[in-house]
């Protein structure tokens, strides 16, 4: 039996078996690409365990990709390994095509083929059906789609499935807009994932977020820069409903209520420079192993030498600036 392409090794690493439809994934369109993200928690009979289940092409830039073809891939089954051979098989086909609409093509010409391979094969009524959202870029233009078993359809807004996708269709549908670059984008997947975790029975594990850019690194998004993208919203969630309790209190005067305001705001942005030093020193620590100091972006994925690097600590900044 032929070695599986390398990698491919971590997707494979996943133990054979059915899983629950019990995850969340979701997909975003930006002006400047594509952000797919999802949580690693699988549920198999009665046990939790985590598996990664965001993959990026070409695998072989572990980091990142400038390649002119790159793709991400996520997806919600009962059935692990049929998801595994969907995406196996799409990303092949792929890799033929000259142009992003051809590669488009190839990716939804290759979805149905798969279920009417498989259709055939079991029996009626028993071929396993997966959602899937998925992003290609090519030549500095970026498409995002979902399918649902061979029915493709790609999306201009966002998308989302799993048991979650309530919960992520309602979040985002108050804070999604057109106009968000690629950063803010970032920010509301590791918003929806965290929200999702803490609220959905099911979802769980870690963040997981991968960024396809129109130009410049595309690639996962670095799991320290999550986690601090993730603190920030979390203890910043917990504090603004206060601002709701006094905004609607109209037995407080403008003075108190100011007062309030500022006083929350000082303790925010002071946790928030400790957690950009924090991650600045975590960044150079863990990149010195590799001699890889001042060589990353905001978002922790390796940059081309001929690209300028944009300083981390503005991982918590709402604008994304």
Aim: net charge negative; aromatic share 8%.
């Amino acid at each position: 039996m032929p070695e599986p392409r390398e990698g491919l090794c971590t997707w494979r690493k996943r133990l054979s078996g059915r899983r629950k439809a019990v995850t969340i994934i979701a997909g975003f369109k930006s002006y400047e690409g594509i952000v797919i993200c999802a949580d690693t928690q699988e549920t198999v009979e009665h046990a939790k365990r985590n598996v990664p289940k965001l993959r990026f092409e070409p695998a072989n830039h572990a980091k990142g990709s400038t390649d002119d073809l790159a793709a991400l891939f996520c997806g919600s089954s009962n059935d692990g390994p049929y998801v595994d051979k969907l995406i196996e098989n799409a990303w092949e086909s792929a890799q033929t095509a000259t142009s992003l609409d051809e590669a488009c093509a190839e990716i939804e010409s290759s979805i149905k083929r798969t279920y009417q391979e498989f259709g055939r094969i079991y029996q009626r009524g028993y071929c396993p059906t997966a959602e899937l959202i998925f992003g290609v870029k090519m030549f500095n233009g970026a498409r995002l789609f979902s399918a649902y078993g061979p029915v493709v359809n790609e999306k201009q807004g966002f998308d989302s499935s799993g048991i979650g996708h309530y919960m992520v269709d309602f979040l985002a549908g108050r804070m999604y807009r057109d106009y968000l670059n690629l950063h803010q984008c970032v920010i509301l997947a590791a918003y929806i994932l965290f929200q999702a975790k803490e609220h959905v029975e099911g979802c769980g594990g870690q963040s997981q977020i991968a960024v396809l850019r129109r130009e410049g690194t595309s690639g996962l998004v670095d799991s320290q820069h999550i986690e601090t993208i993730t603190e920030l919203l979390q203890f910043t969630d917990d504090e603004t409903g206060r601002i709701l309790l006094d905004m609607a209190n109209i037995d407080l005067n403008e003075s108190e209520v100011r007062e309030h305001v500022n006083s929350m705001m000082d303790g925010l942005l002071a946790v928030r420079e400790a957690r950009k030093d924090r991650l600045r020193d975590l960044t150079a620590f863990w990149n010195s192993f590799g001699g890889l100091s001042n060589k990353t972006d905001s978002l922790g994925l390796l940059m081309p030498s001929n690209e300028k690097k944009s300083e981390p600590e503005d991982t918590g900044d709402s604008n994304g600036n």
